[in-house]
């Protein structure tokens, strides 16, 4: 089966400016949740969608937000580009609501 | 300013042996918990899981044990192999998919 994919795979950006990164899930998955790794803090998790509808969220402002379409692709976007949001961006999907459990490779966002 | 890293613990295994990496978990209410392995450059790959009604599972070369008691979780790979050098996390969920990640240790394999 095709496994989670992630565009882009590297992106550079500077700051104040706003970017999108996009996760397609593996067929038939309904759960699609967002995490945050960096060097400093891990891996930390950004939110969670099921059916379009956002279940849960992390502890991240508001300049980051995502969505989710009908087809369960997701995208999330972070607004007003901070230095410190210079990380990898990973996406997973599962079939089950609890439990991410096939990761993508993941965004790797660089804020300059 | 500078930032500062992430102090991944790290363990050292001569090819052929045992590994036993050890995480110890936050909340009480967790009922869920995966082990995964982050090879450098990818995304981590899902190993093994548990629920909190058991406290031992196995896998193929890896088994998962829980206490719950102590609110710890060890993750045993049998007869390592230089593929299995890599970064190991932990995580926990209460069901709702707000998985909170251990910090990782890097297992390298000496062949």
């Known amino acids: 089966k095709a496994g989670v994919t992630q565009t882009p795979r590297y992106l550079i950006k500077t700051r104040g400016q706003q970017v999108t990164l996009s996760c397609s899930p593996i067929?038939?998955?309904?759960?699609v949740s967002w995490y945050q790794q960096t060097p400093g803090q891990g891996l930390q998790f950004l939110f969670e969608?099921?059916?379009?509808?956002?279940?849960n969220k992390g502890n991240f402002p508001g300049r980051f937000s995502g969505r989710q379409f009908s087809n369960s692709r997701s995208e999330m976007n972070v607004s007003t580009l901070e230095l410190g949001d210079s990380a990898l961006y990973l996406c997973?999907?599962?079939?089950?609501?609890?439990?991410?459990?096939?990761f993508g490779p993941g965004t790797r966002l660089t804020v300059l | 300013g500078e930032s500062v890293g992430l102090h991944l613990p790290t363990l050292s295994v001569q090819e052929g042996d045992n590994s036993i990496i050890n995480c110890a978990y936050s909340?009480?209410?967790?009922?869920?918990f995966i082990w995964y392995k982050q090879e450098s450059g990818k995304g981590p790959q899902f190993i093994i899981d548990?629920?909190?009604?058991?406290d031992k599972r196995q896998g193929q070369r890896v088994t998962v044990l829980l206490n719950k008691t102590v609110k710890h979780l060890s993750l045993q790979i049998a007869a390592t192999q230089p593929g299995d050098s890599a970064v190991y996390f932990c995580?926990?969920?209460?069901?709702?998919?707000?998985?909170?990640f251990g910090a990782g240790t890097r297992l390298t394999v000496k062949p």
């Open positions: 548990i629920r909190s009604n058991m």
């Open positions: 969608y099921f059916s379009e509808t956002q279940r």
């Open positions: 997973a999907s599962s079939l089950l609501v609890a439990g991410a459990r096939d």
């Open positions: 909340n009480s209410a967790s009922d869920y």
């Open positions: 067929s038939g998955h309904r759960s």
């Open positions: 995580a926990e969920t209460n069901g709702n998919n707000d998985m909170r």
